[in-house]
Nanobody
Framework: QLQLVESGGGLVQLGGSLRLSCTASGFSFDRYVIGWFRQAPGKEREGISGITTNGDGATYADSVRGRFTISRDNAKKTAYLEMSSVKPEDTGNYYC?????????????????????WGQGTQVTVVS
């Protein structure tokens, strides 16, 4: 059964760092693009970052570029989102999802409508 499980969320101090993980099971992880998304209360889900199947390409939303880093370890079937210099607006539920590689765009943030097989999310709350 195809499954994505996000973890690593929690409370993080303003300006601090956090690493999120997205662990896959039940499918060939290295055949899919991975996207990270977040959703704040009352707001639409927004794309944060995407990474190609072998990790040689990545895209970021302007709001996180230079602060967040996406990576993946295909041997561990896990993708990561390293968050640093976090801001209050980074608070939200963070999700990972899959995209077929032929839909990869090497510009701009990922679009939620282009992704499937969403995990349940992990909550990140920035506190001061």
């Amino acid at each position: 059964q195809l499954q994505l499980v996000e973890s690593g969320g929690g409370l993080v101090q303003l300006g601090g760092s956090l690493r999120l993980s997205c662990t896959a099971s039940g499918f060939s992880f290295d055949r899919y693009v991975i996207g990270w998304f977040r959703q704040a209360p009352g707001k639409e889900r927004e794309g944060i970052s995407g990474i190609t199947t072998n990790g040689d390409g990545a895209t970021y939303a302007d709001s996180v570029r230079g602060r967040f880093t996406i990576s993946r370890d295909n041997a561990k079937k896990t993708a990561y989102l390293e968050m640093s210099s976090v801001k209050p607006e980074d608070t939200g539920n963070y999700y990972c999802a899959l995209q077929s590689p032929h839909m990869w765009r090497n510009w701009g943030p990922p679009h939620p409508a282009d992704f499937t097989s969403w995990g349940q999310g992990t909550q990140v709350t920035v506190v001061s």
